[in-house]
C-alpha cells in the first residue's frame, strides 16, 4: 500500500528535480561570481578620495581583480562598508575571491611594500621633499613642499615605516603628530623660561646645526639667548644653508649681505621661523639652555667649542682654535 508521501513524491519527483537543478545552477552561478578570475594579470589601482564603491567595482571589474562587480558592490552593501573604502593605491598579484578583496578595501590592506624613510635632525623641508619624491614615485617635491613647508621646524625627525601607498598629507601629518607627541613634556619648561613655544623651536633649529653633543647644545643656545636678549644680531652661519637649500655653512662677505629675513647678519633677534627640523635634544636645550654670561663661540680646528665673554676674547680663540 503507497502512503501519501510516496505518492507525493511519486507525482511531484519532476518538479523537485527541476527546483535542485535550478538550486544547483545559481550556487554554481554564485560560486563563479565570487571566486577569483579565471584570467587574471597583476596590476595596481588607486583608490581615490571621495571615489564611490560603485567606481572601484567597476574599475575593479574592468582589470579582471573581481569577476563581477556587481558581486562585489552587493557585498559592500550587505556588510556596510559601502562608504568606508580605505583611499590609497592596492597591488594585486595574485587572484583573489571577493570576499579578500572586500576585506583589503575596507582596512586598507595594499599589499605595497612598506617604505622605511630616515629624516636626520636638522632636515629641512626642501631636504624632506627629496627624500620623499624620492621613495615615493607618486609624490612630487613640489606637492610634499607644499603641504609640509608651513610647518618647518615642526615635523619631527625620526625613521618612519610608511604603506607604500601612502600620500603626502599622510606623510606630513603621521611627522606633525610625532612631534606634538615628543614635545610633550617640554610644555612645562617653555612656559618656566618664559619664551613662547615658536620662539624655543626656532632656537633649537638654530642650535641643531651649531652644536653635536647635548652639553654644547645648552651652552650654544645659552649664548644665542644671550644675544637676542641684549638685541643683538647672532650672526649664525647655519641660516646661510636654509637661505640658499645648501649644506654649506661657510658664508662669504657677500653672503653675509643677502637680503633675506633669515640672514641673522642683517637681522637682530631670531630669523622669522626654523631654519629645520630639530631633534628632541636640541628642543630641550633651547627650553634649558645653560646659564652662562658668555656671547660668543666657535668650533675650533680640534673640533671643541670654544666660548668668550667679549669680542675681543673671541677674536683671541679665532686666531687660537682656527688655522
Not at 40 to 56: C, D, L, M, W, Y
Not at 107 to 132: C, H, K, W
Not at 234 to 259: C, M, N, R
Request: charge should be neutral; aromatic fraction near 10%.
Amino acid at each position: 500500500m503507497i502512503t501519501a508521501l510516496e505518492f507525493h513524491c511519486m507525482r511531484f519527483w519532476k518538479h523537485w528535480l527541476v527546483v535542485a537543478a535550478l538550486v544547483g545552477l545559481a550556487l554554481v552561478v554564485l560560486y563563479l561570481l565570487l571566486r577569483a578570475p579565471f584570467t587574471f594579470s597583476p596590476t595596481t589601482i588607486t583608490i581615490e578620495r571621495g571615489e564611490s564603491s560603485a567606481q572601484v567595482a567597476a574599475t575593479l571589474g574592468e582589470k579582471r581583480v573581481v569577476t563581477s562587480a556587481l558581486a562585489l558592490r552587493v557585498l559592500l552593501r550587505i556588510s556596510g562598508g559601502d562608504n568606508k573604502l580605505r583611499e590609497g593605491t592596492y597591488a594585486f598579484t595574485a587572484p583573489e575571491n571577493v570576499f579578500s578583496i572586500e576585506r583589503r578595501l575596507l582596512s586598507g590592506e595594499y599589499g605595497v611594500p612598506a617604505i622605511r624613510l630616515t629624516f636626520i635632525e636638522g632636515v629641512t623641508v626642501p631636504e624632506m621633499a627629496r627624500q620623499v619624491a624620492a621613495a615615493f614615485p607618486d609624490i612630487t617635491v613640489r606637492d610634499f613642499t607644499a603641504l609640509a613647508q608651513p610647518y618647518e621646524g615642526y615635523l619631527f625627525p625620526n625613521t618612519y615605516v610608511f604603506p607604500g601607498s601612502v600620500d603626502a598629507a599622510f606623510i606630513v601629518k603621521t611627522l606633525r603628530t610625532n612631534f606634538d607627541k615628543q614635545t610633550e613634556g617640554l610644555k612645562r619648561d617653555v612656559a618656566s623660561s618664559k619664551r613662547s613655544f615658536s620662539d624655543v623651536v626656532t632656537m633649537a633649529s638654530l642650535v641643531e646645526k651649531e652644536a653635536r653633543t647635548d652639553e654644547s647644545r645648552r651652552m650654544v643656545a645659552g649664548i644665542l639667548w644671550n644675544r637676542v636678549d641684549k638685541g643683538m644680531r647672532l650672526q649664525v652661519d647655519a641660516v646661510f644653508g636654509y637661505i640658499f637649500d645648501t649644506e654649506t655653512y661657510s658664508p662669504s662677505q657677500s653672503d653675509q649681505k643677502v637680503a633675506s629675513p633669515y640672514n641673522t647678519y642683517l637681522h637682530a633677534g631670531l630669523p622669522p621661523g626654523p631654519i629645520g627640523n630639530p631633534g628632541l635634544s636640541a628642543l630641550e636645550a633651547a627650553a634649558n639652555p645653560t646659564k652662562t654670561s658668555y656671547l660668543y663661540y666657535l668650533t675650533g680646528d680640534d673640533n671643541q667649542m670654544h666660548y668668550a665673554t667679549t669680542f675681543a676674547g673671541h677674536k683671541t680663540n679665532l686666531q687660537k682654535y682656527i688655522k
